[in-house]
């Protein structure tokens, strides 16, 4: 009779039952991998988030600098030049004359009549600055007048003109880039000697 509640007494103690020592053990891991996750949370503040975005934006193209800082020459006053050269322009898609011989250092006047019935225009320059004015263009309405140093545009019947001091020996052009002209055949070529 009093065996019964020293059964139950020594069936109590005989060391913790095995679900006491699971939850020690979770509650241990969970302890640690707060712990854990916090470190690796606070790390992420560190320099290792910091990515080098800074170099990236380093690396923009530079333009090119002026046409005509190519030894080409450049633009001058009419009383500068001593000599006149005649050019025409024919809706054949020609110049006339289709080539011009100069001198290095020479100051020339082109005067330049539109003998079409479309517009033309005369632009002088090394085979780089054709190609940047023909880009230029295909950016422009057609026939849209447009003055820069080295081009004249002309309607018809009009007459222009535009001076040059050429730099350097070399082979220049002059072209007309109204569209489809240049492709037609419309450029000649100055030969500085
Ligand atoms: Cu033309």
């Given at each position: 009779m009093a065996d019964t509640p020293h059964d139950s007494?020594?069936?109590?103690?005989?060391?913790?039952?095995?679900?006491?020592?699971?939850?020690?053990?979770?509650?241990?891991?969970?302890v640690l991998l707060v712990v854990v996750s916090m470190i690796i949370v606070g790390g992420q503040h560190g320099p290792g988030l910091h990515s080098p975005s800074g170099s990236d934006r380093a690396q923009i193209p530079s333009a090119s600098g002026p046409s005509t800082a190519r030894g080409i020459g450049g633009p001058a006053d009419a009383d500068e030049s001593a000599r006149t050269v005649e050019v025409t322009t024919f809706d054949t898609m020609a110049f006339e004359p289709g080539t011009i011989e100069v001198s290095a250092?020479?100051?020339?006047?082109?005067?330049?009549?539109?003998a079409g019935q479309a517009v033309h225009e005369f632009t002088l320059g090394d085979a780089?600055?054709?190609?940047?004015?023909?880009?230029a263009m295909e950016?422009?309405?057609?026939?849209?007048?447009?003055?820069?140093?080295?081009?004249?545009?002309?309607?018809p019947g009009e007459t222009g003109q535009l001076t040059w001091r050429f730099g350097v020996?070399?082979?220049?052009?002059?072209?007309?880039?109204?569209?489809?002209h240049?492709?037609?055949?419309?450029?000649?070529?100055?030969t500085v000697d």
């Open positions: 007494a020594t069936q109590g103690p005989p060391g913790t039952p095995r679900w006491v020592k699971a939850l020690g053990i979770g509650i241990v891991v969970v250092g020479e100051a020339v006047t082109f005067v330049v009549t539109n780089a600055m054709q190609q940047e004015h023909a880009n950016h422009m309405r057609a026939g849209m007048t447009h003055d820069l140093p080295n081009s004249i545009t002309l309607e020996a070399g082979t220049l052009e002059y072209a007309c880039h109204e569209p489809g240049f492709d037609g055949g419309m450029h000649g070529q100055i």
